[in-house]
């Protein structure tokens, strides 16, 4: 059975790749090995799908080459996919930060996609297994074999949007980084990203504080995100360490500013006459779960006017530099994403074709860019599929 194009993975970026190939008159087969496509789709955004974010620009991409991902997002932008939401009439709006939502449910985007689909004629084949997949090249040019436990099938183009590692258990597999692994493609390790971060052992008493969340600037290097933390039993979460995730390395310190609107200092001087003992003056600025746990814990409690100067300090260190190590991420079955994948150096930025393989390609998430919190990571896997539809 031939095709023009054949996408593996019928995810964001597959199934988006496939109706603009077909659009363009390409005959498209996508092998999805779920039962159902679009799964990470159904799930995203708590069940209403953050589908993109009108702010989205290169520097929300992390990747070993941050200039990759700037012409596929500017040919296809968060613009243009809230036109395609329009219409077919799917309601949404900006929950904060310029991440917009679906008001009613995620399928809205799912039942989209299988709609162009149908239109620009693609087939899908669910439940279907790759055994393996084989360049064959004639004199005249070179074709993909690929054996499936439905039949063979042969493309001129071949696209794997298998996606990264993780939520293994909604059918994410390490197919895309074996595949380019075998066609001899460079893949930059990977790791799990947007993930809650596991304290280390000497940290291990702030477990008391699970469920708490405070509104803080959290920092690596020179990166930061003002959003909320959230206590877990193992460690921190909440969309702040998310997202400093994405840049976070085993050796390195994570900093958190507890106050970031106020100088803990300043304030500790201003009221140095006050009789208040620390924990029920912090929770003026502080949740006070919060204030009396890590008072009791980092800090100690005694009345503000007994702080002698250099405790001040050390106090407002604490408070407004938190310097914090983990030992390790929560993995793969709890990231939303893949940090790594196929190298940028290996594929076209324009199409993302291999430079080495003719008529192969690599969109979504299986490439090395990996994005922010917020609906960058859709806006992506639509703009690397626009770019490989477009040269299919
Ligand atoms: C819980 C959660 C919530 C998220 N929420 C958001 C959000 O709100 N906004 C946002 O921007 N991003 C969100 N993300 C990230 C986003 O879902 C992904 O970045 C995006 O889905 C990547 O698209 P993709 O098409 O590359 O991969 P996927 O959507 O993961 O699709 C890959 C497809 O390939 C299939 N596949 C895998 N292996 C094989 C194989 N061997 N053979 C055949 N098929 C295979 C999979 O079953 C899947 O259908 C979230 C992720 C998670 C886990």
């Excluded at 803990?264 to 912090?282: P, R």
Aim: proline share 3%; net charge positive.
């Amino acid at each position: 059975m031939k095709f023009d194009v054949i996408i593996i993975g019928a995810g964001a970026a597959g199934l988006f790749c496939a109706f603009e190939a077909g659009k363009r008159g390409r005959k498209v087969l996508v092998i999805e090995h779920n039962a159902q496509v679009g799964r990470k789709i159904l799930i995203s955004g708590g069940g209403r799908c953050n589908f993109t974010n009108i702010h989205t620009k290169p520097e929300n991409f992390i990747s070993e080459n941050p200039h990759f991902s700037k012409s596929a997002l500017a040919r296809y932008t968060p613009q243009d996919f809230v036109e395609l939401v329009k219409k077919h009439r799917i309601e949404y709006y900006e929950k904060k930060l310029g991440q917009l939502f679906c008001r009613e449910s995620a399928r809205q985007i799912v039942e989209m996609l299988l709609a162009e689909c149908v239109r620009a004629r693609v087939q899908i084949r669910t439940t279907c297994t790759v055994k393996e997949v084989k360049k064959i090249e004639t004199s005249e040019k070179a074709f993909y074999e690929i054996e499936t436990d439905q039949g063979e099938f042969a493309c001129e183009s071949l696209v794997i949007a298998t996606g990264g590692l993780s939520f293994p258990k909604i059918g994410a597999t390490d197919f895309g980084f074996r595949t380019a692994r075998k066609f001899g493609l460079k893949i930059v390790e990977t790791q799990p990203a947007l993930v809650p971060l596991v304290f280390e052992k000497s940290a291990k008493s702030y477990a008391k504080l699970a469920g708490v969340s405070v509104d803080a600037l959290v920092s690596a290097g020179k990166n930061s995100f003002r959003e909320n933390i959230l206590f877990t039993h193992r460690g921190l979460s909440g969309p702040a360490v998310l997202q400093i995730s994405n840049y976070w390395r085993k050796e390195k310190e994570i900093t958190i500013d507890l106050l970031p609107t106020a100088d803990a200092h300043e304030i500790l001087k201003e009221n140095e006459a006050s009789k208040q003992n620390l924990d029920n003056f912090l929770s003026r600025f502080l949740p006070n779960r919060f204030a009396e746990i890590f008072t009791a814990e980092i800090l100690q409690n005694k009345p503000v006017n007994q702080i002698g100067g250099k405790e001040r300090l050390q106090i407002a260190e604490n408070l407004n530099h938190w310097r914090v190590k983990f030992d390790e991420t929560e993995g793969f079955h709890k990231a939303e994403v893949t940090r790594g994948g196929v190298s940028t150096s290996e594929l076209s930025s324009q199409t993302m074709e291999s430079k080495k393989h003719v008529g192969l390609f690599f969109i979504g998430e299986v490439v090395d860019v990996t994005g922010w919190l917020g609906g960058y990571n859709f806006q992506w896997a639509w703009a690397s599929a626009y770019a490989a539809s477009q040269a299919v």
